[in-house]
């Protein structure tokens, strides 16, 4: 293999002085697989329920500690651009699911690792190409028939809280297991609370809102129709039952005109009256406030002295929001329409909220906006340290964009690894009925699927070779049998320890969704097939321009 | 051939990886642990830290040191935010939280070293959590809040407890009175701002007092205060938010312009003005100059006077009150203080009632206040305003005397622990016994309860239970006391079921802490294990760090990454 002298005769040449050219099995495509293992290995570990956590300091010395591999990924800065392919894949099934990124990558990397053994047995990449995508579009078949059956429909979501509570634990059980079954039921009361009763209403990922105060044990989180506030009002009024309320996105104050201006004051009585004008207007508009009904303020600006001197008078309370999209999210909690200008609100324009009170949790103040028939449902998160709230934000994230998932298409299969084993000796099966030389990546690609039970088995310290015996055998009778991890009914009882088996997920409500899968597979495939695409790799001289912009995307979550 | 090494990340990225990574950790917490180790308890010793500014800290309050130690060890800092957020949920019981973590880890250490799967270890502790949480609430004593009389009784002993670790632990009972009766003065929401807390440097400890009412040190004042009333009886207070000194009235007044026309006109206007202004002075003939400047007055002389009528007896306001208006109060029998705190203020008009107001148009009963008497005395080298006997005395204030500016920054922090503790101890009235008293407790249940236990939890449960120990051994070892001897004792009361046995620091030897009144709120005790098995879960179930380099540094690229040489 050493023999080989890749380099075109004067190619080299043709480039300028430290530009970089690869050619051939040897030199790109080993090594390109090479890498995507390597970011593999970062992310095993912290695969599924027992998975362990990784702390990642980022280039902002800011501290992440989590097990979510789209987050770890995003902060480590992967420069590799075969690795970078993989950590788009699992990028793009962030942004259509929000969940099983770390499968995307897991997957992909397992599919190249078995890729290069072929290679190495002589197939051409185009070959174990063909063959991968053979395999997928009978995956892709394969996948809907072994949906588990519980009834789930779009409109009955709100009926089967139950079903939809445990789908949403599986997906923060990889996250922060052992807090998962407390969590699941928290976060979808929330969404289910989000969610309009008519089926037509879309569910959109922003309604439920997390507010992370610190302090406390997770078990303490609650979860509030309505919004949740870091702040404290202006006013001296803190509490309002059967609050009316009027938003106005502009300050609370003597109306100002954009242009800088003075008054001209041609007379000494004109000096003498201007203040006592200025405070009669202030006056008169928010006592026509008060008629109508209002008793509380919020406002996207500042609330001047004078007015909030009239408002403590009317006993109106006054809340200041300093982001715009806070602004918005309260004015949809309470139905309300923002104001751009200091005036009375119609009927229809005014909110409408049961109870807005300042509440103190931990040492924090907290605005809290009640409204049981709200759109917008947060969740008050609380842990000790600041890594763990992240953490657990993440975790909630996923699960609500699971639910959103959900709601697009509330089709179940089975999870702990049970549709991936099916799966496996599914397509084990078809690749024999398949002639050509893309047998043998078929092969592959089935076997890819046995390494998500077993990393499972080996996350949580079980022989993994013999939990996959097992389940092969298992899964002639039975094809929901999956790895489970932990029997929760045996911990409430305090008896029985927690086990590590392999046993029916559909009895122990181990729900994995058809779309995460079905996207996670198609991706990380296309990933892995664009990878071994690759035959040459040519790198220009990098050029000594001005430093590239940092991606600034990457908190803005507002 | 020789297999180049592969680099996906960038340059200069650090990456430490598994069981040792772990380990590593858990040798960094302890680190820390050793730093505030010595300051729990009654015998604890004080560490005196000098920031980057030079600035030098006295204190015992762990989350204060911690704070103060700067640690940039990714894996110590969760310390740091676990001992912030008992700070923030109970602000007592900083020490023990971040000792307890690391007295778990410790124990959890063996373990790893062993080859047991974090995980495991992992599910055991919250598991145990789970239980010692419930076995505090199971034994926490509820005190009747019903009387008042016994109510207090309770407070005092709480505070008197969290004191008793502190500087001021010689005159804890008569701090303790002092806290729960202030916190007693504030309404339901037990809101912590509407405490006053102001220092006096001189005197001893015990002249410092509390007021029920407002004190705040005597303001800038210009000529004409000496002649002021220092003493009135049931005044009437006006809570200003307007300044009472000639000025403008309004340095943003507005003009609106129709057309572009219009505002050459304007400008023409304005240098006309001007000019009328200059001439008309030039020729003497300041008539109309004149009025604007008796308007000026006559807008202040307005206002004063309407304070005045309205019977107003004290002013106080956010802005300055110039020597014009101090005089004219002077000459009135009235009291002025202007460029008052905010929330001085703020607090003086949840005392005495009233609002703040910014105009003086219509006074009435409900926007001035009163108390019952208002005077200026002398604290130490400084002047106090104080407003005592007010209606709606919902606030209080400390003055807190002491001998260095070091000393009293460190009794403000033991009193803030200690006020935090009674407004917890209101909201919730089960107490448990302290000096040890409920760790040694929790401790055998959880011993006897691992011994139900089959595989690998039995062990880290009694880990769990062991490092519970640390508590009543810290303070034995702080107080020179033989550690071994007194837990052995204590273990064998909790065995014969006496679980309010703790450590007693004065006679060296074990006592039923409950009848001692060693007393502490049960939900301090939760928190605290809340965190520290969180924090100490965090930990361990890290097994990767990876060190991004910072930004700053140059950006290396893909070319540089693949380094095919």
Not at chain 2, 410 to 423: F, G, P, Q, T, Y
Not at chain 2, 444 to 457: M, P, Y
Request: proline fraction near 3%; hydrophobic fraction near 40%; glycine fraction near 6%.
């Amino acid at each position: 293999m050493a023999l080989r002298v890749p380099k075109a005769p004067g190619f080299a040449s043709m480039m300028k002085e430290g530009s970089k050219y690869m050619h051939g099995l040897e030199e790109a495509v080993y090594r390109n697989i090479g890498a995507c293992k390597e970011l593999c290995e970062t992310t095993t570990s912290s695969f599924g329920p027992n998975g362990l956590n990784k702390m990642v300091i980022n280039h902002i010395e800011k501290l992440f500690v989590t097990n979510d591999a789209a987050s770890i990924l995003r902060e480590i800065d992967v420069v590799h651009p075969a690795a970078k392919i993989l950590m788009l894949a699992s990028d793009m099934q962030e942004k259509e699911i929000g969940d099983g990124t770390n499968y995307v990558i897991l997957f992909g990397s397992k599919l190249l690792e078995n890729a290069e053994s072929l290679l190495r047995m002589g197939l051409s990449p185009s070959e174990v190409i063909d063959g991968y995508n053979l395999a997928l579009k009978k995956t892709l078949e394969l996948l809907p028939t072994f949906e588990i059956k519980v009834n789930l429909t779009k409109e009955n979501l709100r009926d089967n809280e139950k079903v939809v509570s445990k789908v949403l634990q599986t997906a923060i059980g990889s996250k922060l297991f052992g807090y998962h079954e407390f969590l699941g039921e928290l976060v979808t009361k929330a969404c289910l609370t989000v969610t309009g009763s008519d089926s037509s209403s879309s569910f959109n990922v922003d309604n439920v809102r997390i507010c992370k105060i610190l302090g406390g044990g997770l078990l303490q989180s609650t979860m509030i129709p309505g919004m949740a506030l870091k702040r404290e009002v202006e006013s001296e009024i803190t509490k309002v039952n059967q609050a009316r309320i009027a938003v106005f996105s502009c300050p609370i104050d003597i109306q100002v005109t954009e242009t800088k201006g003075t008054v001209l004051l041609k007379s000494a009585d004109e000096l003498l009256a201007f203040s006592k004008d200025e405070e009669a207007s202030i006056e008169i508009q928010i006592k026509a406030l008060s008629d109508a009904g209002i008793n509380v303020i919020v406002s996207g600006g500042k609330v001047g002295e004078m007015a909030l001197h009239f408002l403590n008078k009317y006993k109106i309370m006054a809340v200041r929001l300093q982001s715009k999209f806070d602004l918005r999210r309260v004015a949809k909690t309470i139905d309300a329409v923002v104001l751009p200008k200091l005036r009375t609100p119609t009927h229809e324009e005014m909110g409408a909220c049961d109870s807005i009170f300042v509440d103190e949790i931990g040492e924090t103040h907290v605005i809290i906006f009640k409204h049981a028939k709200s759109h917008i449902a947060t969740l008050i998160l609380r842990g000790s340290t600041d890594q763990i709230l992240d953490d657990c934000e993440r975790a909630v994230d996923d699960a609500v964009n699971n639910f959103k998932a959900l709601t697009r298409d509330p089709v179940l299969l089975p999870g702990g690894g049970a549709t991936e084993i099916e799966l496996a000796s599914k397509l084990t099966e078809y690749a024999r009925t398949c002639p050509g030389i893309e047998q043998y990546a078929i092969q592959r690609f089935a076997e890819t699927f046995e390494y998500i039970p077993k990393i499972l088995a080996e996350n949580s310290g079980v022989k993994s070779t013999e939990i996959l015996a097992k389940l092969y055998v298992g899964h002639h009778d039975n094809p929901n049998l999956g790895f489970v991890v932990g029997q929760m009914q045996s911990e409430a009882t305090q008896s029985n320890d927690i086990t590590y088996e392999t046993g029916d997920v559909k009895l122990n409500e181990l729900y994995d969704l058809y779309v995460t899968k079905k996207w996670a597979v198609l991706f990380a495939t296309k990933a892995a097939c664009t990878v071994l695409s690759v035959d040459e790799i040519i790198c220009a001289k990098p050029a000594g321009g001005p430093k590239q912009k940092e991606n600034k995307g990457w908190d803005n979550d507002d | 051939m020789q297999q180049p090494m592969i680099i996906i990340l960038k340059e200069g990225t650090d990456s430490a990886q598994g069981k040792s990574q772990v380990l590593s950790n858990i040798s960094a917490c302890q680190a820390v642990a050793e730093a505030i180790r010595t300051t729990l308890g009654p015998r604890g010793m004080d560490k005196l830290i000098v920031d980057s500014h030079s600035k030098a800290t006295i204190s015992n309050d762990g989350a204060t040191i911690l704070k103060l130690l700067e640690i940039i060890h990714p894996a110590a800092r969760t310390l740091v935010d676990i001992a912030k957020s008992q700070d923030a949920e109970v602000g007592d019981g900083t020490t023990s939280v971040v000792l307890l973590t690391v007295e778990l880890l410790k124990n959890s250490r063996t373990f790893i070293e062993d080859g047991m799967h974090p995980t495991i270890i992992i599910r055991a502790i919250r598991k145990a959590t789970a239980l010692a949480i419930k076995k505090i609430k199971e034994i926490a004593v509820h005190i009747k809040v019903d009387d008042p009389k016994e109510q207090r009784a309770l407070l005092e002993k709480c505070a008197q407890t969290t004191l008793s670790s502190k500087l001021i632990a010689r005159q804890r009972e008569f701090f303790a009175k002092m806290v729960v009766d202030t916190v007693l003065m504030l309404d339901d929401l037990l809101p912590l701002n509407m405490i006053g807390i102001k220092k006096v440097i001189g005197g001893s400890l015990e002249e410092s007092c509390l007021i029920s009412g407002v004190a705040f040190k005597k303001t800038f004042s210009y000529a004409g205060f000496e002649m002021q009333q220092k003493k009135l009886l049931k005044p009437k207070i006006a809570l200003l938010n307007i300044e009472l000194e000639l000025k403008a009235e309004r340095d943003n007044a507005e003009i609106r312009l129709d057309n572009v026309a219009e505002y050459q006109k304007i400008v023409d206007a304005e240098w006309s003005i001007l000019y009328d202004k200059l001439e008309k002075l030039h020729l003497a003939g300041v008539k109309e100059y004149q009025k604007i400047v008796d308007a000026e007055w006559s807008i202040l002389y307005d206002k004063l006077e309407k304070l005045h009528l309205a019977g107003v007896k004290v002013v106080l306001s956010k802005l300055p009150i110039g020597d014009v208006a101090t005089q004219y109060f002077a000459d009135r029998d009235m009291f002025c203080a202007g460029r008052v705190q905010e929330d001085d203020l703020r607090r003086t008009q949840k005392a005495c009632g009233g609002a703040i107001i910014t105009t003086v148009e219509n006074l009435s009963e409900q926007t001035l206040g009163t108390s019952e008497v208002f005077e200026e005395i002398q604290i130490g080298s400084e002047r106090y305003n104080l407003f005592t006997g007010c209606p709606k005395a919902k606030t209080a204030t400390m003055i807190l005397r002491g001998g260095s500016d070091q000393f009293i920054d460190e009794v403000d922090r033991s009193l803030h622990d200690a006020i935090m503790i009674v407004r917890r101890a209101v909201k919730n009235d089960s107490i448990v016994a302290g000096g040890g008293a409920i760790e040694m407790a929790l401790s055998r249940t959880l011993r006897d309860f691992s011994r139900t236990v089959a595989g690998k939890e039995q062990l880290i449960i009694a880990a769990y239970a062991k490092a519970f120990e640390v508590i009543p051994r810290q303070l034995c070892e702080n107080a020179g006391f033989d550690a071994t001897n007194i837990l052995n004792k204590l273990r064998q009361k909790h065995a014969e079921n006496n679980i309010w046995y703790g450590v007693d620091i004065m006679r060296e030897d074990v006592s039923d802490n409950f009848n001692a009144a060693v007393w502490e709120p049960a939900v301090v005790k939760i928190n605290a294990i809340t965190a520290a098995s969180e924090a100490a879960c965090l930990i361990l179930s890290v097994d990767e760090t990876i060190k991004v380099p910072k930004s700053s540094a140059e950006p290396s690229n893909a070319a540089k990454a693949m380094n095919m040489a």
